[in-house]
């Protein structure tokens, strides 16, 4: 079975940056569309980022578009989140997702596998 872990997340403060790793198992990393999404207490899950199987094609949330970038390394089997200029809002467990069916996607329904997330808190 697939399984993905994250890493990188952390307390930083208003304005700083975190880069997020998602590590993969197995041998079919390049077979998915990765994606990010984020839970804030008492929110849905919120789609962040996506990309494709190949890296060529990246997926944003509107209001996150241009702070954050979602990259892959497929040799590497990782996926990564660099979010820059963080706010206080941007605080949830964020979670690494990866879909085996879909090219692209922003619903957290429609994704297969999914890390145990992990804790970003951005303080003011």
């Known amino acids: 079975q697939v399984q993905l872990v994250e890493s990188g997340g952390g307390l930083v403060q208003a304005g700083g940056s975190l880069r997020l790793s998602c590590a993969v198992s197995?041998?079919?990393?390049?077979?998915?569309?990765m994606g990010w999404f984020r839970q804030a207490p008492g929110k849905e899950r919120e789609f962040v980022a996506a990309i494709s199987r190949s890296g060529t094609s990246t997926y944003y949330a509107d209001s996150l578009k241009g702070r954050f970038t979602i990259s892959r390394d497929n040799a590497k089997n990782t996926v990564y989140l660099q979010m820059n200029s963080l706010k206080p809002e941007d605080t949830a467990v964020y979670y690494c997702?990866?879909?085996?069916?879909?090219?692209?996607?922003?619903?957290?329904?429609?994704?297969?596998?999914w890390g145990q997330g992990t804790q970003v808190t951005v303080s003011s």
């Open positions: 197995g041998r079919t990393f390049s077979s998915y569309l």
């Open positions: 997702a990866a879909s085996r069916f879909l090219a692209r996607s922003a619903n957290y329904k429609e994704y297969n596998y």
